[in-house]
DNA sequence: TAATTCGCTAGACCGA
DNA sequence: TCGGTCTAGCGAA
């Protein structure tokens, strides 16, 4: 035996090429030597059949006997009977020599009459996940061969799909493992940059790969296009008029190391920080060299899945120039309703992905996803939109100022993509890390395939057969029958003081871990374990910890104290750990989705009795603390799923500490009751049909804070003016106990409303258009505004936002709907002020001051002289 | 290619 | 014209 070569690298990509009719794992690796491939000729894909017992065996060497034609190999390559059992079958590992092979045997097998499972995990995937390997992190490997490669073809499409097989010639056509260098004969002298070459010639064979921590970084390039405006957009259609270039590294977070910038154009003059090339095609040539600039890792763009790619790539055809990164065509994949776009080793961030799931997680709010909204939102810097005429116009003009403000737009697009990326790509290999998945992959994953990730690796681990994805009619039936979800307690309407808010921590996964929920535990055959049941009638097994409750006790150990290193960090050390933090977030992602994923129709591991059951515990836990909170000589004013929020009466935050603790003493392990907070004063309204509002409350905390939850305020389908007048009213409404001035401040803008003196921005209301606008049956003023936008020319459809202002109309009855225009076909001015007072700002303030006694008459005409004592 | 249920409100729609 | 019902959207947890 040799010695053989001990190395670390950071793991980027894995993929799988053909060679010598074999699949193999190719995996793209960077430490200090660079970037490259190395292969792992040790892993072939596989899939499992279940068959009865007696048959195992013998099923087995059949299965190894099958032939499918192939001239050098037979299809099976392997048949092992596992240690593994379903529904009481035995269960075979049946391994193949090719992925094709793999995707043509599961059809026969499936005709043949076997059960199969995990038949659709892509072999890359499957790969990570079995090998427990964390793309984002380091590995470290025993180099043991070097070997030429003889096929240079990435496999195009690693994704498994058991229904379309069918590739035309097209997407089959393999692409090159070999990217040109160009020689720049760039005028400015700069015949800098020198391109890689990938998987030609040698690569490694390791062996022994295992994870081992190390820094996250390396280069990440951001690039961003501005086009010329066409009459009508298609892609590629007109030329790139300008392309702005960041790089850095893209794990430091140092303010002082500046980027690598540039923009780039043609055509037009030359103005500060612009460099101008002698025609498009210049530009693009330049822009390929930049992408494929030695030491990239991560290339990094604003919605690159759905535009600059595409357009790039168009664009080059046009111009005859070959557009390849890392030696392959970047490939664009259907991703659900848009694209994505992959790039071979070099993983492609699109940093509007990211933000995409930052506003599913709830962790970012902005109505809109558009970088300047987000450039304020997230890093609280304003940036200034150019309409894609003022692009095209700029250009064109050659005016000096214009150029400038385009050049500063453009850079900047690319700076945010950037800066995002930066930001927020430590959760994202922190989330890699959990589920063995690519950071191209994680970034683009829903919470679901998370979960699903993470349980797959678990399972693999322990040997266990995951189940399949049910077929659409199972799905179907599933939504069908829904789960009875948590309990909301109805609040006392009016004005409150001195208010404890009390909530469960991770309530769910706490129940589940606590009460062993889990599908593999589910009425077990013990009597003794029928003590464990829920309130719904299901019971969980007591002897043997189930794979949910295990998984999910591990996650949560590790994010507390993950937490508590964080906060000791921060506080003894003044130290902001943001690997600590994403870390925990990751965590916590992933915990909060555990139980929509149980109860998720499309999930693997969908369980009804689990997520039933789940509800079912919560339900009685909150019943409980309520019961216990009054029998303590606490008043309940209000709860919702895991809160429970009391009016401390005589009470002091001493006994309120107190009960807190005597409730835990009777939880179970695991189960834990916090104290939010105390609040000076809350309000609760009246609803419309009598009774109180659940899920809307505004408090104010003892420095003045104010939380308005679920009011209109937070509601971005209600104009700014009804709700920061809202905001107002609360305010004062909560702080000094006092409505007068709240009254006082409603008739202010009234005033203005009345006069038309109110601006366009702040009527605007927003809406998404959930689908095409000839799918309503009911054409709400949205959908009326957006049919009008698009009988002139605009192009709406599922999923625009929609900013609508309802005009004062035309002549004789008009609906609201007749009224509805799209922000941009309104003038400053043409509002209809009736709709804007009775529809908006008096439905938002009535009901809160309607709770101190005033009434629409009080905030219409002189109103009362004098008010109500709130809490007399 | 999609985590869940609970809840509020507006405005269209529709029949009397 | 009125009032009940349904469609639609968004937020809380």
């Known amino acids: 035996m040799k010695n053989h070569l001990l190395e670390k690298a950071l793991l980027l990509d894995a993929n799988y090429i053909e060679e010598n009719n074999e699949s193999k794992i190719m995996l793209y690796l960077s430490n200090e030597n660079g970037h490259f491939w190395v292969k792992d000729n040790d892993f072939s894909p596989y899939f499992f059949v279940a068959v009865g017992n007696d048959e195992a065996s013998k099923t087995a060497k059949e299965l190894l006997g099958l032939n499918f034609g192939d001239a050098e190999r037979f299809c099976v390559k392997d048949a092992q009977l596992t240690n593994a059992i379903v529904k009481d079958k035995a269960v075979i590992k049946v391994t193949f020599f090719k992925v094709s092979h793999l995707v043509l045997a599961r059809k026969i097998f499936s005709e043949m009459g076997f059960e199969r499972y995990e038949y659709d995990v892509p072999f890359a995937k499957r790969y990570l996940l079995d090998m427990r390997l964390q793309p984002g992190n380091w590995i470290e490997y025993f180099v043991v061969d070097e070997e030429k490669i003889e096929s240079n073809k990435i496999n195009e499409d690693n994704k498994i799909n058991e229904v379309d097989n069918s590739k035309s010639a097209e997407s089959k056509k393999g692409v090159s493992g070999k990217f040109k260098s160009r020689v720049s004969n760039s005028s400015d002298g700069e015949d800098e940059e020198n391109t890689t070459v990938v998987i030609s010639g040698k690569v490694k064979v390791i062996k022994e790969i295992k994870v081992v921590d190390g820094p996250f970084g390396g280069k990440g390039v951001a690039f961003d296009l501005e086009t010329k405006m066409g009459k009508k957009f298609t892609i590629g259609g007109e030329p790139i008029l300008m392309v702005s270039i960041v790089a850095n590294d893209v794990g430091e977070l140092d303010e002082k190391k500046p980027n690598y910038e540039r923009v780039i154009s043609h055509g037009t003059k030359k103005v500060p920080k612009l460099e101008i090339l002698e025609s498009e095609s210049e530009v693009v040539e330049k822009l390929i060299i930049e992408l494929n600039k030695n030491d990239t890792s991560y290339i990094i763009t604003y919605n690159g899945d759905n535009f600059d790619f595409a357009y790039t790539k168009e664009r080059a055809k046009k111009l005859g120039l070959t557009f390849e990164v890392n030696g392959f065509v970047p490939l664009t994949r259907r991703h659900g309703l848009d694209n994505a776009v992959k790039l071979q080793g070099i993983q492609h961030i699109d940093s509007y992905q990211i933000m995409r799931f930052l506003q599913r997680t709830g962790a970012v709010n902005t109505a809109k996803l558009d970088i300047e909204s987000v450039s304020e939102k997230v890093f609280g810097e304003f940036k200034e939109k150019v309409l894609p005429k003022e692009i095209t116009e700029a250009w064109e003009s050659k005016d000096v100022k214009k150029l400038a403000r385009l050049v500063d737009y453009n850079l900047k697009d690319s700076r945010v993509a950037f800066r995002i990326a930066q930001q927020f790509l430590p959760l994202f290999v922190e989330i890699s890390k959990l589920t063995s998945q690519t950071l191209y992959d994680t970034t683009r994953s829903t919470t679901s395939?998370?979960?699903?990730?993470?349980?797959?690796?678990?399972?693999?681990?322990?040997?266990?057969?995951?189940?399949?994805?049910?077929?659409?009619?199972?799905?179907?039936?599933?939504?069908?029958?829904?789960?009875?979800?948590?309990?909301?307690?109805?609040?006392?309407?009016?004005?409150?003081?001195?208010?404890?808010?009390?909530?469960?921590?991770?309530?769910?996964?706490?129940?589940?871990?606590?009460h062993n929920i889990s599908p593999d535990a589910l009425n077990c055959a013990h009597d003794a374990c029928k003590k464990n049941i829920s309130p719904d009638g299901t019971w969980f097994c007591t002897k043997k910890k189930g794979l949910f409750p295990e998984i999910l006790e591990k996650l949560l150990k590790q994010r507390l104290q993950l937490k508590r290193e964080y906060k000791r960090k921060k506080k003894e050390e003044g130290i902001d750990d943001r690997v600590l933090f994403a870390k925990q977030w990751a965590l916590k992602i992933i915990l909060n989705s555990v139980y929509g994923y149980l109860g998720y129709p499309r999930a693997r591991w969908y369980s009804r009795e689990c997520a039933s059951a789940t509800t079912a515990w919560e339900r009685e836990y909150i019943h409980e603390t309520i019961k216990k909170s009054e029998v303590a000589g606490f008043k309940v004013l209000y709860g919702d799923t895991d809160s429970n929020?009391?009016?401390?009466?005589?009470?002091?935050?001493?006994?309120?500490?107190?009960?807190?603790?005597?409730?835990?003493?009777?939880?179970?392990?695991?189960?834990?009751?916090?104290?939010?907070?105390?609040?000076?004063?809350?309000?609760?309204?009246?609803?419309?049909?009598?009774?109180?509002?659940?899920?809307?409350?505004?408090?104010?905390?003892?420095?003045?804070?104010?939380?308005?939850?679920?009011?209109?305020?937070?509601?971005?389908?209600?104009?700014?003016?009804?709700?920061?007048?809202?905001?107002?009213?609360?305010?004062?409404?909560?702080?000094?106990?006092?409505?007068?001035?709240?009254?006082?401040?409603?008739?202010?803008?009234?005033?203005?409303?009345?006069?038309?003196?109110?601006?366009?921005?702040?009527?605007?209301?927003?809406?998404?258009?959930?689908?095409?606008?000839?799918?309503?049956?009911?054409?709400?003023?949205?959908?009326?505004?957006?049919?009008?936008?698009?009988?002139?020319?605009?192009?709406?459809?599922?999923?625009?936002?929609?900013?609508?202002?309802?005009?004062?109309?035309?002549?004789?009855?008009?609906?609201?709907?007749?009224?509805?225009?799209?922000?941009?076909?309104?003038?400053?001015?043409?509002?209809?002020?009736?709709?804007?007072?009775?529809?908006?700002l008096l439905p938002a303030v009535l009901k809160i001051v309607q709770e101190l006694g005033y009434s629409k008459e009080d905030l219409l005409t002189g109103g009362k002289q004098t008010g109500l004592n709130a809490w007399g």
């Open 645 to 840: 929020f009391l009016l401390m009466l005589d009470k002091t935050k001493k006994d309120v500490e107190n009960f807190v603790e005597e409730v835990n003493s009777k939880l179970p392990e695991g189960m834990e009751l916090e104290i939010d907070g105390f609040y000076k004063r809350g309000i609760f309204v009246t609803k419309k049909e009598g009774g109180a509002a659940k899920k809307r409350y505004a408090l104010m905390d003892e420095k003045g804070n104010l939380k308005i939850v679920g009011f209109e305020y937070v509601r971005r389908d209600w104009c700014i003016i009804a709700r920061e007048t809202q905001k107002k009213v609360l305010e004062l409404v909560l702080s000094e106990g006092k409505p007068e001035k709240a009254v006082e401040c409603v008739k202010r803008v009234l005033k203005e409303l009345k006069e038309g003196k109110v601006e366009k921005k702040d009527l605007v209301i927003m809406t998404v258009l959930q689908r095409d606008t000839k799918d309503y049956d009911s054409i709400g003023p949205h959908v009326a505004a957006a049919k009008k936008a698009i009988a002139r020319g605009k192009e709406l459809g599922a999923g625009s936002m929609l900013s609508f202002i309802i005009t004062k109309g035309g002549k004789g009855k008009q609906s609201i709907s007749d009224k509805a225009e799209l922000e941009e076909y309104v003038k400053e001015g043409d509002y209809d002020v009736e709709y804007y007072i009775e529809n908006q």
């Open 449 to 514: 395939q998370m979960v699903e990730d993470l349980l797959l690796k678990e399972t693999h681990y322990r040997g266990i057969i995951a189940p399949n994805k049910p077929k659409e009619n199972e799905v179907i039936q599933r939504t069908q029958n829904p789960i009875k979800g948590a309990f909301v307690k109805e609040p006392m309407a009016g004005l409150h003081e001195n208010i404890a808010v009390l909530d469960f921590a991770s309530l769910y996964p706490s129940i589940i871990t606590s």
